[in-house]
């Protein structure tokens, strides 16, 4: 895919040049709005509020609510007498412990790759922010609009991720949760043997979204003429009613693993011993 934006990222008085391209893509379902009798598509219309009558392009402007139902209209100039002045630089303010960071403040991911003749200058960059396991904080402006933005080390490539200024982040203090004593010890070491019990390696691939492919099927059954049911799903346990916690879990640590769920601690193991006996065979032969 060819690169969004071009410009270098600054730290201290080191100067790299990069280029940003996507590390994302999105994967919805896109639908159109038809009319249920005919079947044509629907599109949508600028109307005034007060007599539903169209409102073409030219006659639009900009306001802010300031009071309901008092706006204050904002004209082109004021946009760019606000506006920043256009840079293609990423500086660096800062350096900062990635455990720091609520992962609330994350938003959307892009590669960083290095620019022409930039590779010394670029793995220098990364393996110092790897060895000091730290987060570049700083800023860049795409589109004519300042973001904040995050630089982590993401196997060899340095990925950047726009961020959400602090305005932008609830205050976890708006909301009450339960104190650190609320669960008992003999319920929270029962909790952490469930938890270690369920422990593997992050796979990705092996979480798929179950709506969206059913979503595809249906379509594609429909668009043969075919109709498709799917199997109603089993009853809830829990039924609404409250169950006591401690028999939830001893009953979750005495289940038996679902097929392809072992914890890849197990797996590894047996692989391990698979490969060794093997070997052994080999030898002996």
Known sequence: MAPI?????????????????????????????????????????????????????????????????????????????????????????????????????????????PGKSADLGYALLREAMRESDVVGIGKIIMRQHQHLAGIHVVGNALVLELMRFATAVVDISKYTFPATTAARPQERKMAVQLVKSMQAHCDADKYTDEYRANLMRIIKARSKGKQITFDAPPPDEADGKVLDLMSMLKKSLTRKPAAGTRSTGTATKKAVAKKTVAKRVRQSA
């Open 5 to 113: 934006w071009k410009g270098s990222i600054s730290f201290g008085l080191v100067n790299i040049p990069v280029e940003l391209a996507a590390a994302v893509r999105a994967d919805n379902i896109s639908f159109r709005m038809l009319d249920a009798e005919s079947g044509s598509p629907v599109k949508y219309e600028r109307v005034r509020v007060s007599d539903g009558t169209p409102v073409p392009w030219d006659d639009i402007v900009k306001g802010f609510e300031y009071v309901k139902g008092q706006y204050i209209v904002l004209t082109d100039e004021d946009f760019k007498t606000a506006a920043l002045e256009s840079s293609k630089r990423i500086d660096i303010c800062d350096f900062v412990d990635a455990k720091e960071i609520d992962r609330r403040f994350f938003e959307t991911p892009y590669f960083l790759l």
